[in-house]
């Protein structure tokens, strides 16, 4: 029942949807892909249901132990250079594009969510320094970051700011030296734990005197471990993790409430100007959500693989046309269920590495990539992490009896699954952000930007064509009711999903093309090859049906909005 | 976050669009309701986080502890007569139609699943000695169930025989006195616990001699004690429970592995005829599924519920059009998830009770209805399962964060709510049975009744009709293909869900309809009423399309069976 890393469709997705990158050959990637795979098949995988099983334990001096275990593979991945992947080489990073950080990322994930979890919010910091940090910052924390020496946190919510963070009440105070910093924090990933030398937290607070609402919000550096007169990083700051949550899933990571400043205050440096708190995370936050979406993808190949091999081992009931004997993969219905696990599954990973090319060249300052980019993380971290719920939980189904039982491990992937469409910004916020921030703002540009690239690539396959002209009409009454933000807050979900199954559509196709020129000269995968063309048929026959209710829902958005009354709900 | 038993929508549903029964006028009706309701509230509810967080414990001496609390429960709720409440009352059984016994066991498990599946089982042995039993039986075994001092099980799955009973190995020998039973049988919900004098095991076995398959299994009557001398029941028979599983929800029910005749063989006596044990077991299995679609709607009535009061009361980010403060009701998309799990809820209720009527003229040897109740099984197994999985989805999605910690309550039904798709015949099942027997079999006349049915009742609503009008071509679809049965298995799923939005829409309209009648004469409950209609209004809009995606499956049908083959999946 071991995950495998799925390396032949990265390879395929990255050499035939992605324009090549000029420092990076595909036997560069090929070793790359392969190396990484190892670790997380070898390393992570093991540990994942075990942690799920042995969750972190809170001692009574504040301080967090994580399953056996989890210390020494986060030390094979550190050493290994892969938590700075992606991350700059003058400071110790491996300097290798984006791209490839979204692929490897993957397996880390695919294997052992919670566990990954702490190099993610690291390089979540990596990014963070290397935007906003000063070059002194980014000298400090870098390397450590990079070689996973540090970990680092995101500090933002607190009991009564959730996804409304322009209330937060965290204070920092300037004793004359230093700020000083009290409050505390909920929900912090890795907040506390034994796997690095110290951990770095990132925490959004007010400083003293600075205005109510989000712009008086800064970001502060706040270490658990201070420097000592002896230049060691030994010195305990007023910091403490004062509980771990009991978590439906991702049990293995950590969840701290931290508390800052209970006796002279924590100490912290502020990073970047004050008052930008709020704006630098957003400019984070695109990658975050990038991350998300890309959990949502791992969780679910790691659910289908263990779906698939259960399905091609247990025997019950004779399929129809089929030998006594045939494992319960020849009934329709589990294939009905596995094809639709696979071609969801390579959808996400298409739009999630065809979306990490384009965010190289947006951080290269390409503008039109960006607002490729903006327009496309919403339906990453919205779409991916609703497909995610049912992947997972079909993955629980084919396992029958056994899926419910936990020690199986199909229902592990479901429970852990579930935290995406939550963490980050909840889908509510992401399908927002998409109606409002990525269609409406610029006049539906970006959007028919798409429309119009994809009908370009699938004018040969009339079951997505048609779905494009029912897309565009749809956007058309978006645009038409833009002043109706009411109407558009309650068809915003089913927008963004009817988006996100086109996209998913028209890489599927880009990929069946691909997959037939290769196909016709005698490949060595041939059975990969025509495994894509199922995926993306099935994708075609069985998934892009879907787009025609959720943009019926949004047409109905008139008549919708007349019925939410909250007396009446 | 009490949960509040639905009385008033069970009231309108059983004044309005069910026919009326002889025995029973509206009075008695909401007396018996608000009875229930009382036990299920104030006994029930309050144990059912509990014993997810304390679960039974299986002793040395093979006896199971149920939570704390359990056992007193269980008694109130047999010494009110509520096991018995659709059982005859010449066996001490309360004797009110089943559809009062429907009607109540929702508020059991919307309070306690896990609790209430142990009078749930036992009902399902109630309706097994009624149907099969001799006058003897029927003497000592009904008044013992009715008031709860028995319970009972059903033991049929062993590790090679899930869906497939014909595999079955426990053995049944004949001694020259008793029949003696050996073997394991696993997934025994209350296989072994603590509230009961005796535990009744309805246990399918082969006969010694009997013929390999389905042909060759009895079923057998295994008590956890025998006769003694002196008449009481206290003799140790030869079976145990060995172990009881670690499962993703119901934890606070225990789930046996339980071994028949380690030692001397445990005592068995045959119930009805040799080798008719599967199909007494068909004969149960529609009132087992009915239930297990009621479990649907009902937990997804207690995920409502809790949902619903949290954004009531959570403040997060301002609404749009509303002022500071509003709970998070007013978003648009809290509004959808809001109202869509009440339509949804209300459709399922709508479906079993007008079942349940269905099922009481059947039971009294109506044809008719006997080919309706069979008709609609699998769609309320299937279809409410499965509705039963995005509602309580969407309650932990409400909650945000806190959706995800387990002290909140809501992910404990999603949690829960996950084995009805499993249980009882997996919804794969479902689905085949309601293709291969339930539509082919009579050639699509009953779907054709229903479909005929609808088209009278929702003449005025022109989105229902034009969803019958699908739905009759579908079937064409269907009857044309009926030959080839592989592409049939491949949709059935879809036909089935697609099937079952549309029941759904009928009954909800039919319920506005009524609604509208009962708000033109000044009625007290005007809120009830006006959300009904809101409820039938938002399934009309948001739920109805839904219907369109799954039936485009079918008709794809043809094109999807050929990317079925086994090696590229």
């Given at each position: 029942m071991a995950y495998k890393s799925p390396i032949e469709d990265t390879q395929f997705i990255l050499e035939n949807l992605l324009p090549p990158h000029n420092k990076l050959d595909n036997s560069t990637i090929y070793a790359v892909l392969e190396e990484a795979g190892k670790l997380a098949d070898n390393f992570l995988a093991p540990l994942n249901h075990f942690g799920d099983k042995n969750n972190p334990i809170l001692r009574q001096d504040h301080e967090v132990e994580t399953p056996k275990g989890f210390s020494n593979a986060f030390s094979e991945i550190a050493k290994g250079g892969w938590i700075g992947v992606a991350s700059d080489a003058n400071y110790e990073?491996?300097?290798?594009p984006l791209r490839m950080g979204a692929a490897i990322n993957e397996y880390w994930h695919g294997a052992n969510m919670s566990f990954s979890l702490c190099s993610l919010l690291t390089q979540g910091l990596i990014d963070a320094f290397t935007l906003i940090g000063t070059e002194e910052e980014k000298k400090l924390y870098l390397p450590k970051f990079n070689s996973g020496i540090w970990t680092g946190t995101m500090n933002l919510t607190e009991n009564q700011s959730g996804t409304d963070l322009a209330t937060i009440r965290t204070k920092a105070e300037y004793d004359g030296k230093n700020w000083r910093i009290r409050g505390q924090k909920i929900y912090i990933t890795y907040g506390e734990h034994d796997m690095s030398e110290n951990i770095i937290h990132l925490v959004l607070a007010r400083a003293e005197g600075a205005p109510e609402g989000i712009k008086g919000i800064s970001t502060f550096i706040v270490p658990k471990f201070l420097k000592n007169k002896d230049g060691k990083y030994t010195k305990r700051n007023d910091l403490k993790c004062v509980s771990i949550e009991h978590k439906m899933g991702i049990k293995a990571s950590p969840t701290a409430v931290m508390l800052y400043g209970e006796e002279e205050g924590a100490i912290g440096y502020m990073l970047g100007e004050e008052g930008r708190g709020i704006e630098y995370m957003f400019i984070m936050m695109n990658r975050a959500r990038f991350d998300v979406g890309l959990q949502g993808m791992a969780i679910s190949e790691a659910a289908r693989q263990k779906a698939l091999e259960y399905a091609n081992m247990r025997i019950q009931g004779t399929p129809i046309n089929r030998e006594k004997g045939t494992p319960i993969i020849g009934h329709g219905d589990i294939k009905r269920l596995l094809l639709s696990m696979r071609s969801l599954t390579e959808a996400m990973r298409a739009l999630i590495l065809v979306s990490s090319e384009i965010m190289e060249r947006s951080h290269n300052g390409d503008t039109n990539a960006s607002l490729q980019e903006a327009f496309l993380i919403p339906i990453i971290k919205g779409w991916s992490t609703e497909l995610a719920q049912e992947i997972t939980s079909n993955g629980v189904q084919i396992h029958g009896?056994?899926?419910?039982?936990?020690?199986?491990?199909a229902a592990q992937y479901m429970r852990d699954a579930r935290i995406l469409p939550i963490y980050e910004g909840t889908n509510a916020i992401q399908a927002n952000d998409f109606m409002f921030?990525?269609?409406?703002r610029d006049n539906g540009e970006a959007a028919k930007l798409f429309l119009t690239q994809m009908n370009l690539d699938c004018n040969d396959n009339p079951q997505i064509t048609k779905m494009i002209k029912l897309t565009s009409s749809t956007l058309d009454y978006i645009l038409n009711n833009r002043d109706d933000q009411e109407l558009l807050s309650c068809i915003c979900f089913d927008y963004l999903m009817g988006f996100g199954y086109l996209v998913g559509g028209w890489l599927m196709h880009k990929a069946k093309i691909k997959a037939n020129i290769k196909l016709?000269?005698?490949?060595?995968n041939e059975i990969f090859l025509k495994s894509k063309i199922v995926s993306a048929d099935f994708y075609n026959l069985h998934i892009l049906p879907r787009i025609s209710t959720h943009l019926e829902i949004v047409k109905n958005g008139a008549n919708i909005v007349k019925l939410t009354k909250d007396s009446y709900i």
């Open positions: 990073g491996m300097g290798l009896g056994m899926g419910f039982i936990e020690e199986t491990g921030r990525k269609t409406l016709s000269n005698n490949p060595k």
